[in-house]
C-alpha cells in the first residue's frame, strides 16, 4: 500500500517502543471510535442517484451538476466524473501539518489518493455490484483528482 516512513511519527512511536508497535498500537493510541467511525465513512462514501447520474452523497452540488449538464447533455458519464471530481489534497486544507516538507507531502497525497482510489472501488463494487462505477486517479500537469462515474 505505501510505505510506514510516509507517517513520521509512527516511526517515532516504533523507535522508542520497539518492532511489537504495530499500525494497530498506532490507531489505539492516537484515535477514538468516533475517529475510525468517520473515516470508515469515508472510505465506504454513500451514493445518491440524481437523474439517472450517480454522486458521492457528501459532496454534491447541485449548481455543479447544472452547469455540466449544460455542458455534456446526455453525456451522464461525463456530468458524473466532474461533478465527483476533487483534488485529495483538499480534503487535508484545515489540518494541514507546517512541519512536513513538500516532497514529503506530496509522497502522502499521492499514497493517500492511490490508497482512496484502491478502497473506493472495492466498496463501490461491494455495495453496489450491478452497478459498474469507475473510480480513477487523474493526473494533470503536477496536480492530482480523485473521481468516480458510471461506465455506461
Known sequence: MFSNDLIKEFIEFQEVNGEEFTWW?????????????????????????????????????????????????????????????????????????????????????????ETLCQQWKISLQERYNNIPFQVQLIRDNGDLYITMFVLR
Open 25 to 113: 498500537s498506532f490507531v489505539n493510541y492516537k484515535y477514538s471510535i468516533e475517529d475510525a467511525l468517520s473515516f470508515l465513512k469515508f472510505f465506504n462514501p454513500e451514493i445518491i442517484c440524481h437523474e439517472n447520474c450517480y454522486f458521492f452523497k457528501d459532496s454534491l452540488s447541485l449548481s455543479s451538476y447544472k452547469g455540466w449538464k449544460e455542458e455534456f447533455g446526455a453525456d451522464l458519464s461525463s456530468i458524473e466524473k466532474m461533478v465527483n471530481l476533487y483534488e485529495p489534497k483538499d480534503f487535508f486544507i484545515i489540518n494541514e501539518k507546517n512541519d512536513v516538507d513538500s516532497y514529503s507531502k506530496n509522497n502522502q497525497i499521492e499514497a493517500f489518493a
